[in-house]
């Protein structure tokens, strides 16, 4: 059980938690992926709420982020986190400087959300904040998490910035 009531966790495999926005209608989730040295956070989320306190309530090791891709329902708790890997390309680099308020239409309006907006959720001026990488990563690049290798998979098609992980 977490101290969260904006997400829920579930363990998917060993080492690896699904950390789900259920009340709102894009249902983001993010992974938290745990190795020995350090943990990747694969996503964080749409930004409604931070997720930095829940992802430090389930490990105590380095995080570091990378994005499946760069929307802002997937990239709204960069700027809560030191070290974020990114692709680098002109596609990912413009959504860095973040999504203004008013660019989220129907995303954070009474009736985007299952039980009414979270309480303290500042949706009347809600955007995500400019994040920058700390390093740039490439396709078939292994991220050693320490007893876990992760590969880097660039699968363009539903943004040119997308990609999965091998596990």
Known sequence: ???????????????????????QFQEVISYLIVGRERARLFDSGIGLLPIRPLVEELTKLPIEVLNSHTHFDHVGGNAEFERILALDTPYTRANMQGFPSGSFKGEVEPTSFCKGAPPGAPVATFHTRAWKAARTVGDLEKIDLGGRVLEVLRIPGHTPDSVALLD
């Open 1 to 23: 059980k977490v101290s969260s009531d904006w997400f829920e966790v579930y363990q998917a495999a060993f080492g690896v938690f699904a950390l789900v926005e259920p009340q």
